[in-house]
């Protein structure tokens, strides 16, 4: 069945945030160990790059941007999310979300795009990597989720269109 690809409204917040929560009972996916509310989402990523993925009604993952500092001179810099629904993994839904996510950013000026990735997540670093994205390191021991520490693989991804 084909997926596209449109913007995340509000109305999408109950599905997307299903799909968040699916993530987050990997143990792979994030730091965090719930899923906020919609205001508190929306205020946390850009108002730009916001999409999910659909067939027909139903949405099977979401993706997003947002910022990495207030500072305006990281304006141009922004951190990838993408996330699919647990029964649409392995049909190309990540790849078509960041592929879109890629173009809004650089429509909207955002010349150099980073995702923090635990290195446990193989499938996520090689779509990133399919996408442009190389790695530029290993962050040790970043952070401690459920009472573990976790490394983090750092990726970034340079416009060849934005910021030359």
Known sequence: MESTVETLLPDDWEQ???????????????FETEAPDWQTW???H????????????????????????GRCVYAGVAEVSVYVAASARGQGV??????????????????????????ENIASIALHKSCGFREVGL?????????????VVLLERRSRKVGL
């Open 16 to 30: 997307v945030r299903s799909i968040y929560l699916e993530g987050i009972a990997t143990g792979n996916a994030t």
């Open 42 to 44: 929306s205020r946390n």
């Open 94 to 119: 990540g790849r078509l979300l960041l592929a879109g996510l890629i173009s809004e950013a650089e429509q909207n000026g955002v010349w150099t795009l980073q995702a923090g990735i635990f290195p």
């Open 139 to 151: 962050r040790e021991r970043l952070g401690r989720l459920n009472r573990v520490w976790r490394d």
């Open 46 to 69: 850009l108002s730009f790059g916001r999409l999910v993925a659909r067939q027909i009604n139903s949405v099977i993952g979401w993706a997003a941007l947002a910022p990495v500092s």
